[in-house]
């Protein structure tokens, strides 16, 4: 009698049991991937603090023309390239009916869509076909992406740098010329949008490797070198360029700053718990299941390395960022995918249902809230809506209420026809985390804006009409606040920079508001919706 491994069709023999990877269909992690990424990207204002350095440095790209060194404006400083900034201009040029903070958002695609490309086939080259679909839903559903995806800044770009990297130390065995070639693009990225201290992870992770026996020794250092190399032509262009149009900048390029700080351990290590939820509890699960298979396998070994070398690296910077764990995302995913088919049924069923009440109480307070904002009831809740949103009058929009009451049936057929099973905990948590960020873009977006568009007070500078090679001084502006009005008006602010002919500030001047003497000097001033200070210019 002849048997059939694949499938036991005599029930003779036990019937293999599928791999989790063949299970995540790809049309799930399609449809997925776009709604959440697309929904929100491009409606909103630049956001302050998240966004306000990258468009500064925009703004000098796309307005100024300013290409090769282009500096933020709250510093008037540079410290490495900006390749993701000018990504952004040339989508905000060729996407000119949107307005260029919304056009250039819209690169963040094409960076996520990179990183989720390099996890995906890292994992196949790792673990085998399949599993990279699990990892990248994993990695979507992470709850430190739920803003940070839908903002501009450089920290995608270096976050596609460390999984395209990633990526090519999986496949140096296999396709060592092809991955090197990888490795030299994802420096390229990493060095234009991280500096020279980029270079530290790399270089640890390939010594790393290079030692373990699961590793060829020759081909990797012989790999590494070959990525380097391959970078090193376009970089030897750009840094001969810098040397000279921009010799400064050039030398604050090769001198990166690193500050090693213990702080910053105990910062990243509490804040990784629930920035890489649900991926942490799935992590640990592998690590410990794993632990013992770290020198033999490669699937065990890069990534831990890769997380090592990265968190590193995010000690040795001086200025903490939760943002900044971003990097580690990639590897933690791909760890965590391992786990969810040999994951328990009473821990899967944790999982899943922790974040079904998650979510599903994150989106009752939408609702309630939007509710109490347009119906005044209840009233107290009304009461506090009216004053975080800054006195907002709220209008209906049919179509929005109606594509919010869509997904949020969805979610509970979903849930109505939920079999509880390992893959279940984590496309639950996918479905969750969407049907949170839809609801607040399509219900809640109106009034985070009329608290956080600064837009519809600095665009009224212009009126005042201050020449483009003027500048403006100040000493009590906020950084961001400088960036801002920066993007908004292109006016170049330094700091108690006395040959200014102009002055900015922010401060409260309720109690001067009988001052006729100052309120006279004033030519512009505008203030946000419940601000109790006021921003103002003078002329010197």
């Known amino acids: 009698m002849k048997y059939f491994l694949d499938h036991d069709w005599q029930g003779n023999m036990q019937t293999p049991k599928k791999k989790v990877g063949e299970k995540a269909k790809i049309n799930f992690l399609v449809i997925f991937a776009t709604i959440y990424l697309v929904f929100g990207l491009f409606s909103h204002s630049p956001w302050r603090p998240l966004e306000t350095n990258s468009f500064s440095i925009f703004t000098n790209i796309f307005f100024n023309g300013d290409i090769l060194a282009p500096h933020l404006a709250s510093i008037n400083g540079f410290d490495h390239g900006h390749i993701y900034e000018t990504l952004g201009a040339i989508f905000a040029k060729i996407i000119f009916f949107l307005e260029p903070h919304n056009a250039a958002r819209l690169s963040n695609l094409f960076w996520v869509a990179l990183t989720m490309i390099s996890i995906g086939l890292t994992n196949r080259e790792l673990r085998g076909f399949g599993y990279g679909r699990q990892s990248n839903i994993i990695f979507l559903s992470s709850v430190g992406l739920f803003f940070t995806l839908h903002t501009f800044t450089h920290e995608i770009a270096i976050l596609t740098a460390a999984s395209i990297s990633l990526y090519s130390f999986s496949l140096s065995h296999r396709r060592p010329f092809r991955a090197s070639i990888l490795l030299g693009i994802s420096l390229i990225i990493g060095l234009l949008s991280k500096g020279l201290i980029y270079l530290i992870p790399i270089i640890g992770v390939a010594a790393t490797l290079a030692t373990l026996p699961s590793w060829n020794y020759k081909r990797t250092i012989i790999f ?310 006021t921003f103002y210019i003078t002329k010197n």
């Open 224 to 533: 590494v070198g070959l990525g380097l190399l391959s970078s090193l032509f376009f970089i030897g262009i750009w840094l001969f360029l810098l040397s000279l149009y921009h010799p400064d900048s050039l030398e604050n390029f090769l001198s990166p700053t690193i500050n090693f700080s213990t702080e910053n351990i105990k910062y990243y290590f509490i804040n990784i718990l629930w920035f890489a939820w649900p991926a942490v509890p799935l992590f640990i699960f592998t690590l410990f299941t794993e632990l013992s298979t770290f020198l033999k396998y490669k699937r065990t070994n890069l990534p831990f390395v890769f997380i090592a070398w990265f968190f590193f690296l995010l000690i040795c910077e001086s200025q903490a960022s939760q943002i900044k764990l971003m990097v580690l995302l990639p590897a933690i995913a791909i760890m965590a995918s391992t786990s969810i088919d040999t994951l328990q049924r009473g821990a899967s069923a944790a999982l899943n249902w922790f974040g079904i009440l998650i979510f599903s109480a994150i989106t009752l307070i939408l609702w309630v809230g939007w509710f109490a904002l347009n119906f005044g009831i209840p009233y107290k809740i009304h009461e506090r809506m009216v004053y975080l949103s800054g006195n907002f009058m709220p209008e209906l929009n049919f179509f929005q209420i109606f594509m919010a009451l869509i997904f949020l049936i969805v979610w509970v057929i979903s849930l109505w026809k939920n079999n509880l099973t390992n893959r279940s905990s984590v496309t639950n948590w996918a479905l969750g985390i969407t049907l949170a960020w839809v609801t607040t873009t399509l219900l809640w977006f109106p009034m985070i804006e009329n608290r956080k568009d600064y837009g519809q007070i600095f665009k009224k500078i212009t009126a005042i009409d201050i020449p483009k090679n003027e500048c403006m001084s100040t000493n009590d502006v906020n950084d961001s606040y400088i960036d801002l009005v920066f993007y908004f008006t292109q006016i170049d602010i330094r700091k108690n920079d006395k040959n200014c002919k102009y002055t900015i500030a922010h401060k409260d001047i309720r109690r001067l508001s009988n001052d006729t003497e100052f309120k006279s000097s004033i030519l512009w001033e505008g203030k946000m919706p419940n601000d109790k200070k």
